[in-house]
């Protein structure tokens, strides 16, 4: 079995080495192993499918922070910034 380096699978795959290090200790990369510092990746292993969720349900509490806000008498557009009056300073 031929092996690639990460640099060559990221070129491959079309991602960043970065991100075939993640997948690669995730386990989401089968028959990689590590030698040393560095990962082998099977040269015959396709690139793992996408598992982020796009759909946004994991966003679990959206409304009750927008409630929260409301009754703390926040504003959609508080930005979370404090602002001092030094007028009163001499």
């Given amino acids: 079995m031929k092996y690639l380096s990460v640099p060559?699978?990221?070129e491959r795959w079309g991602i960043t080495p970065r991100?075939?290090?993640?997948?690669?200790s995730e386990d989401r990369i089968p028959g990689a192993v590590k030698i040393g510092n560095r990962w082998a990746i099977p040269d015959d292993e396709p690139k793992?499918?996408?598992?982020?969720i796009k759909s946004?349900?994991?966003?679990?509490?959206?409304?009750?922070m927008q409630?929260?806000?409301k009754r703390r008498g926040f504003s959609?557009?508080?930005t979370g910034k404090v602002f001092c009056d030094?007028?009163?300073k001499a």
Avoid: F, V
């Fill in 8 to 10: 060559q699978t990221a």
């Fill in 19 to 24: 991100r075939i290090q993640i997948l690669c």
């Fill in 48 to 52: 793992p499918a996408d598992a982020r």
């Fill in 56 to 64: 946004g349900k994991y966003i679990k509490n959206r409304h009750k």
């Fill in 67 to 69: 409630d929260r806000r």
């Fill in 76 to 78: 959609p557009s508080h």
């Fill in 86 to 88: 030094n007028s009163n």
